[in-house]
């Protein structure tokens, strides 16, 4: 399927999401570089942080196409709830990174609510003109996305 | 086309047998992996013994200890993410295929016998394994997930200039543009 004939099965909900609302994605610390840093000091992301569900994964799931998951920030606030919600019952090689909805929307990337009974702010971000995330668009996210919180490097990453 | 030096029976290479590899690494199905686009064609090769069948050497650059040492390290590196869990990524990633690890190895021989620095060796979420180079605001990445899908892809992040699709397809040589990235790595 090409990009031109492409219509995803998810809906960019552009009014119920604003470009300011902040989405956050649990990073994996195989997807960080940590021989790299920002100007913050802080090691970098890599565009593998925002790969989309495998193909498995996603049929697991009930999903019907490619996309990954991130956790509405107002939800989590509504609720109460810090953004590091999302690192409950991972250990301490895992971190938190945000993106706002604009970031996202301008690399033709839609967001979706996609609630679930343990994770009422569980969202979907996916591509809007094509099946899936290149790596042109991963890279880009990467680098929009800044730190929540850094993991602990692995005793494999040390 | 290509001799492979059967390993049950090492012998000297002839004269004969020293040639610039554009077709090095045969695999099944339908792609080649064409080490003439990771390897400058200025320089020399022969094929040696190895435990696995056949090995790409650079003469011009040898130093058998640091190489050795570099591909322990990758071997390593491929060992480890056999280990990992399905899930591992905490998104259902399942676990990374033998066949991706295999094609890794393939590839990271040849790159690393030619002294290529030892990339950033790390997990996809398809199951895949990725090899990544980033410096000089250069990102070159090759994604090994079965051997009909090595893709390629890099980006130098002054320019803006990027580039995603198979590998061996490139439209400038890979070699260099992994030099740029690698060289500030030491």
């Known amino acids: 399927m090409t990009a031109s004939n492409f219509e995803s099965p998810y809906t960019d909900e552009r009014d119920s999401i604003p470009e300011h609302a902040l989405l956050y994605r649990r990073i994996h610390g195989e997807f960080i570089d940590w021989s790299s840093v920002d100007t913050g000091g802080k090691p970098r992301l890599t565009g593998q942080a925002f790969q989309d569900y495998s193909l498995q994964a996603a049929q697991r799931l009930g999903l019907p196409a490619p996309c990954m998951s991130v956790a509405l920030g107002f939800i989590l606030e509504g609720h109460g709830l810090p953004p590091e919600k999302v690192l409950e019952g991972f ?5 938190v990174a945000v993106l706002t909805a604009g970031d996202i929307r301008s690399l033709y990337q839609g967001v979706m609510a996609k609630p679930t009974t343990d994770e009422p702010w569980h969202a979907i971000v996916f591509s809007i003109n094509s099946p899936k995330k290149n790596k042109t668009v991963r890279s880009a996210l990467a680098e929009k996305a800044q730190w929540v919180h850094v993991p602990q490097k692995s005793e494999r990453q040390s | 086309m290509t001799d492979v030096i059967d390993r ?6 002839s004269d004969k047998e020293w040639y610039y590899p554009r077709s090095a690494a045969t695999l099944s199905g339908e792609q080649t992996l064409s080490a003439g686009a990771i390897i400058p064609a200025s320089t020399n090769y022969y094929y040696g013994y190895s435990s696995t069948a056949y090995s790409l050497v650079n003469v011009s650059f040898f130093d058998p200890y640091e190489n050795i040492s570099k591909l322990r390290e990758a071997a390593a590196a491929l060992y480890a993410l056999l280990q990992l869990p399905e899930g591992w990524d905490s998104y259902g990633a399942p676990r990374i295929s033998g066949e991706a690890v295999s094609i890794s190895w393939t590839l990271l021989r040849q790159l690393l016998w030619a002294d290529f620095p030892l990339p950033r060796i790390v997990p996809t979420a398809d199951g895949g394994v990725q090899l990544e180079w980033y410096g000089n605001n250069i990102d070159v990445q090759i994604e090994a997930t079965s051997s009909h899908d090595i893709s390629v892809f890099y980006r130098d ?10 590998l061996g397809e490139e439209p400038r040589p890979l070699a260099d543009i992994i030099r740029r990235a690698a060289s500030s790595n030491g």
């Open chain 1, 91 to 95: 250990d301490d090689t895992y971190g």
């Open chain 2, 8 to 13: 049950f029976h090492p012998r000297s290479l």
């Open chain 2, 157 to 166: 992040v002054e320019t803006g200039e990027s580039w995603e699709g198979a």
